[in-house]
């Protein structure tokens, strides 16, 4: 289980990311963060890539790497336009679900077969991130499912949450047969030139813009980012990729807690259950 805290370590991480993002490139909207967020470990990967020695790549391995940068392209463009055409209360929730579609993608993609208490505990996994994502009893936890049937972006984040359990089995498939720090130096400068350009050349945007407008911002989240890919790519490398991938989801807990004490965001109580059923998804995980 000594993969348990490296995921941890990636969970925290992509919290500070996103606080990072909040904090420093929310002002200049959706695309402009996208932008920073695909760009900014480029800056930081491409010294670590230089400088390690690559191991032999196989047609397995490139012709995953073509199915990812469409898929994760796609995933970026359909999330961006979920936040624009919904409420957040009614499309981030459905990112929960990633996990859960990996009981199945793992299985056909990686025939990893899990345990019926990690299965178990994916789902608890699941269900407390769900609720963690809700605004409070006002709203009730059936809204998102309610809004399926009303709200374009609910549809569309239920489908990037499905793209996302094929990309992350199919980046552990790319680390077999590669390794690691390659693969995570190597595919995110690679996504992050493919995402910029796709980004650029259909939004009609400068990417230079949000780099001059905010260079901490970028600096910040650069780092952030760079090391959540190197931990993310380290753990998923030593366990079954539904296991880690519903650990690394703890990172809407610690975003929770991140944005009460520094955003000083609303809800930590309400959102205490949530938590609760979280660490006991992951008690059940450590039990496998």
Same mark, same amino acid.
């Given at each position: 289980?000594?993969?348990?805290?490296?995921?941890?370590?990636?969970?925290?991480?992509?919290?500070?990311?996103?606080?990072?993002?909040?904090?420093?490139?929310?002002?200049?909207?959706?695309?402009?963060?996208?932008?920073?967020?695909?760009?900014?470990?480029?800056?930081?990967?491409?010294?670590?890539?230089?400088?390690?020695?690559?191991?032999?790549?196989?047609?397995?391995?490139?012709?995953?790497?073509?199915?990812?940068?469409?898929?994760?392209?796609?995933?970026?463009?359909?999330?961006?336009?979920?936040?624009?055409?919904?409420?957040?209360?009614?499309?981030?929730?459905?990112?929960? +679900?990633?996990?859960?579609?990996?009981?199945? !993608? *793992?299985? $056909?993609? =990686?025939?990893?077969? #899990?345990?019926?208490?990690? &299965? /178990?505990?994916?789902?608890?996994?699941?269900?407390?991130?769900?609720?963690?994502?809700?605004?409070?009893?006002?709203?009730?936890?059936?809204?998102?499912?309610?809004?399926?049937?009303?709200?374009?972006?609910?549809?569309?984040?239920?489908?990037?949450?499905?793209?996302?359990?094929?990309?992350?089995?199919?980046?552990?498939?790319?680390?077999?047969?590669?390794?690691?720090?390659?693969?995570?130096?190597?595919? +995110?400068?690679?996504?992050?030139?493919?995402? !910029? *350009?796709? $980004?650029? =050349?259909?939004?009609? #945007?400068?990417?230079?813009? &949000? /780099?001059?407008?905010?260079?901490?911002?970028?600096?910040?989240?650069?780092?952030?980012?760079?090391?959540?890919?190197?931990?993310?790519?380290?753990?998923?490398?030593?366990?079954?990729?539904?296991?880690?991938?519903?650990?690394?989801?703890?990172?809407?807990?610690?975003?929770?807690?991140?944005?009460?004490?520094?955003?000083?965001?609303?809800?930590?109580?309400?959102?205490?259950?949530?938590?609760?059923?979280?660490?006991?998804?992951?008690?059940?995980?450590?039990?496998?």
């Amino acid at each position: 289980m000594y993969w348990l805290p490296i995921a941890l370590c990636t969970a925290l991480l992509a919290a500070t990311s996103d606080a990072f993002t909040k904090a420093y490139l929310r002002p200049f909207g959706a695309a402009n963060m996208a932008l920073g967020r695909v760009m900014a470990p480029v800056l930081f990967l491409s010294p670590i890539l230089l400088g390690i020695s690559w191991p032999r790549l196989d047609a397995t391995f490139w012709y995953t790497l073509m199915a990812l940068l469409p898929l994760e392209t796609v995933a970026l463009i359909l999330y961006m336009e979920a936040l624009k055409v919904s409420p957040l209360s009614l499309t981030v929730p459905f990112l929960a +679900f990633t996990p859960a579609f990996m009981i199945i !993608t *793992g299985a $056909i993609i =990686l025939g990893e077969h #899990l345990k019926t208490t990690g &299965i /178990l505990g994916i789902l608890l996994i699941v269900i407390g991130s769900y609720c963690l994502h809700m605004e409070g009893a006002k709203m009730g936890l059936a809204a998102p499912f309610k809004a399926i049937f009303q709200e374009k972006g609910s549809v569309l984040m239920l489908l990037v949450a499905f793209i996302y359990s094929i990309t992350s089995v199919l980046g552990k498939l790319a680390i077999k047969h590669s390794n690691p720090l390659f693969f995570a130096c190597f595919y +995110f400068i690679i996504h992050g030139l493919f995402a !910029t *350009g796709i $980004i650029t =050349l259909f939004l009609k #945007l400068n990417p230079l813009t &949000i /780099l001059t407008k905010s260079p901490k911002g970028v600096l910040l989240v650069g780092l952030s980012q760079s090391a959540m890919v190197i931990t993310h790519m380290w753990a998923i490398s030593l366990a079954p990729a539904a296991y880690m991938i519903a650990v690394k989801r703890l990172s809407v807990l610690f975003g929770v807690l991140i944005g009460c004490i520094f955003f000083k965001e609303e809800g930590l109580a309400f959102r205490s259950l949530g938590a609760a059923i979280m660490v006991a998804g992951v008690f059940l995980i450590c039990l496998t």
